[in-house]
C-alpha cells in the first residue's frame, strides 16, 4: 500500500460527458502528480501541484484541468471527453515539490473507459 | 521534448536466464529512476541513479547510468517468476519526470 488513493478504481461514461478523479496524497506529502497510462504504454505526465500551486506542466489537453486544495487532495476534472481518453489515469505524490530524483509513491489508478 | 525509449519492448524468457534491459534518450538527465508495475497496480520505485557511470545492485538487479547521463541500463541475473511485469525508466529533467515507454517482462517457470 502506497499512502496514495485515488477514486474512483473504474470509470465508464460516454463520448462528450465529463468526469472528475480524486486523488489523496501520502500523509504529509505536499506535491501531487497526474500522469495518463494508455494500453501497453509509458506514463505520460500531465500536471504536478505543490502546495496546492501547479509547478509543472506537460501534455495536458485543453479539455483537462486539475487543482490541489488546502487539504492537499488533488481533483483531475476531464470534460468533452472522447474515445481516446480512455485510459488508467495514475496519480503520484512526493515529499518533494521539485524533480530533484525524490521517490514518487503512485496509487492503484482510476481506470476510464469512454464508450 | 525529452523522450525515453526502452527496447525491448517485450521480453519473454525462461527461469534461471539473464536478461538486459535499456533505456536510451538523447537528452541529458539528471538521475534517472526504474520502476516496476505489475498488473492492477501503480508503478513501484526500484533504484535511483544520479552520478554517470553509477552502478548500484538490488540483490539479482544491477542497474547502470550511462557515462553522459543519457541512457541506463537494467541487467536480471537468474530471473525468476516473481520477476514479471513492466519495467519503466524515468528521467529527472526540465522540471519533469518523464517515463520511458517501459519492457513488458515475462518469465515462464
Known amino acids: 500500500d502506497s499512502g496514495v488513493t485515488q477514486t474512483p478504481k473504474h470509470l465508464i461514461t460516454a463520448t462528450g460527458q465529463r468526469v472528475t478523479l480524486r486523488c489523496s496524497p501520502r500523509s504529509g506529502d505536499l506535491s501531487v502528480y497526474w500522469y495518463q497510462q494508455s494500453l501497453d504504454q509509458g506514463l505520460q505526465f500531465l500536471i504536478q501541484?505543490?502546495?496546492?500551486?501547479?509547478?509543472a506542466k506537460g501534455n495536458i489537453l485543453e479539455r483537462f484541468s486539475a487543482q490541489q486544495f488546502p487539504d492537499l487532495h488533488s481533483e483531475l476534472n476531464l470534460s468533452s471527453l472522447e474515445l481516446g481518453d480512455s485510459a488508467l489515469y495514475f496519480c503520484?505524490?512526493?515529499?518533494?515539490?521539485?524533480?530533484?530524483?525524490?521517490?514518487?509513491?503512485f496509487g492503484e489508478g482510476s481506470r476510464l473507459t469512454v464508450l | 521534448t525529452q523522450l525515453l525509449e526502452q527496447s525491448p519492448q517485450f521480453l519473454s524468457i525462461q527461469e534461471g536466464e539473464n536478461l538486459t534491459v535499456y533505456c536510451n534518450s538523447s537528452s541529458v538527465f539528471s538521475s534517472l529512476q526504474w520502476y516496476r508495475q505489475e498488473p492492477g497496480e501503480g508503478p513501484v520505485l526500484l533504484v535511483t541513479?544520479?552520478?554517470?557511470?553509477e552502478v548500484k545492485k538490488l540483490k539479482r538487479l544491477t542497474f547502470q547510468f550511462g557515462d553522459a547521463r543519457k541512457d541506463s541500463s537494467l541487467h536480471i541475473t537468474a530471473a525468476q517468476p516473481g520477476d514479471t511485469g513492466l519495467y519503466l525508466c524515468?528521467?529527472?529533467?526540465?522540471?519533469?519526470?518523464?517515463f520511458g515507454t517501459g519492457t513488458r517482462l515475462t518469465i515462464i517457470p
Open positions: 501541484y505543490y502546495n496546492g500551486e501547479e509547478r
Open positions: 541513479v544520479v552520478t554517470g557511470g
Open positions: 503520484a505524490s512526493s515529499a518533494s515539490g521539485g524533480m530533484s530524483g525524490g521517490e514518487l509513491f
Open positions: 524515468a528521467g529527472f529533467g526540465n522540471e519533469k519526470l518523464t
